[in-house]
């Protein structure tokens, strides 16, 4: 059995010497059933990689036995840290996960993994001469599989109202999958202030606004019907996380040093 160390609520296993060249980053609250199959089936995925990489599971207010489960994968198999957050909100467990990895390329992943893992492969690759690459389930070539009509609808419709006052040209800002260079993972999750589900239009804004290029991602995605996302609930909310990113942006409260240059201002 290995040992754990606690470092500032952080419980991880020994980490390798060299640098890792990827990071995945799984933001969890209450996923006790789900997590276990998505650790194995990562873990099988990375094991295949000549490539270092870590897998840093946050858990923020978890309330079940989601931080046992993953403690035991991680003595069961190399490579996995948890890291245990009381604040509830997706948000602020993805700037955690982010500004506490090490890849040179980070991997945001759903606890559901409702992507093959195999299509990450795809995400390495779209990162060549991008900044961030965006998995999308709207653009051309993508696949969705086994979702209620009104969700897909309830999405577009959020979207529309994304693209009207936040993010333009991104067909897809909340899939949860979503790669960044080292460089602009440290830039844009340091400025990130929103904690909630709309923190993904914040990430995509500031990507925008300091010049970072940007792909989308077509990917197959599969529905899972125990969704974290409330659709009532959770939807009011990201709107009002949505005007209040274009408020701080009319404010100027976002800011950085050293933003690429303005001619990588892109989406592609």
């Given at each position: 059995m290995r040992r754990f160390t606690r470092l500032e609520g952080r419980i991880s296993t020994t980490r390798r010497q060299d640098q890792p060249h990827l990071s995945i980053v799984i933001p969890a609250h209450n996923e006790s059933a789900r997590i276990p199959s998505t650790l194995t089936r990562l873990h099988e995925y990375l094991s295949h990689k000549s490539f270092a990489s870590e897998l840093i599971v946050v858990s923020n207010g978890s309330s079940d036995r989601t931080e046992d489960v993953v403690r035991q994968a991680a003595n069961d198999m190399h490579g996995i840290e948890l890291l245990v957050i009381q604040e509830r909100g997706k948000g602020i467990a993805a700037k955690t996960g982010v500004l506490a990895s090490k890849g040179e390329i980070v991997f945001l992943c759903d606890a559901d993994l409702s992507m093959p893992p195999e299509m990450i492969d795809e995400f390495l690759r779209?990162?060549?001469?991008?900044?961030?690459?965006?998995?999308?389930?709207?653009?051309?070539?993508?696949?969705?599989?086994?979702?209620?009509?009104?969700?897909?609808?309830?999405?577009?419709?959020?979207?529309?109202?994304?693209q009207a006052v936040a993010v333009k040209g991104v067909e897809d800002t909340q899939c949860g999958f979503k790669a960044f260079r080292r460089e602009a993972a440290n830039a844009l999750f340091s400025a990130q202030t929103v904690k909630g589900w709309g923190f993904d239009v914040e990430i995509l804004y500031l990507a925008h606004k300091f010049g970072y290029l940007v792909k989308e991602l077509p990917i197959d995605w599969y529905f899972d019907s125990d969704t974290r996302v409330r659709p009532a609930f959770d939807t009011l909310s990201m709107l009002r996380e949505v005007f209040l990113i274009r408020v701080r942006g009319a404010r100027g409260t976002y800011e950085l040093r050293d933003a690429p240059s303005p001619d990588r201002h892109n989406v592609v």
């Amino acid at each position: 059995m290995r040992r754990f160390t606690r470092l500032e609520g952080r419980i991880s296993t020994t980490r390798r010497q060299d640098q890792p060249h990827l990071s995945i980053v799984i933001p969890a609250h209450n996923e006790s059933a789900r997590i276990p199959s998505t650790l194995t089936r990562l873990h099988e995925y990375l094991s295949h990689k000549s490539f270092a990489s870590e897998l840093i599971v946050v858990s923020n207010g978890s309330s079940d036995r989601t931080e046992d489960v993953v403690r035991q994968a991680a003595n069961d198999m190399h490579g996995i840290e948890l890291l245990v957050i009381q604040e509830r909100g997706k948000g602020i467990a993805a700037k955690t996960g982010v500004l506490a990895s090490k890849g040179e390329i980070v991997f945001l992943c759903d606890a559901d993994l409702s992507m093959p893992p195999e299509m990450i492969d795809e995400f390495l690759r779209a990162m060549e001469g991008a900044d961030a690459v965006v998995g999308s389930r709207e653009a051309p070539g993508s696949r969705r599989f086994q979702e209620p009509w009104f969700r897909h609808l309830m999405g577009r419709v959020f979207n529309r109202f994304v693209q009207a006052v936040a993010v333009k040209g991104v067909e897809d800002t909340q899939c949860g999958f979503k790669a960044f260079r080292r460089e602009a993972a440290n830039a844009l999750f340091s400025a990130q202030t929103v904690k909630g589900w709309g923190f993904d239009v914040e990430i995509l804004y500031l990507a925008h606004k300091f010049g970072y290029l940007v792909k989308e991602l077509p990917i197959d995605w599969y529905f899972d019907s125990d969704t974290r996302v409330r659709p009532a609930f959770d939807t009011l909310s990201m709107l009002r996380e949505v005007f209040l990113i274009r408020v701080r942006g009319a404010r100027g409260t976002y800011e950085l040093r050293d933003a690429p240059s303005p001619d990588r201002h892109n989406v592609v």
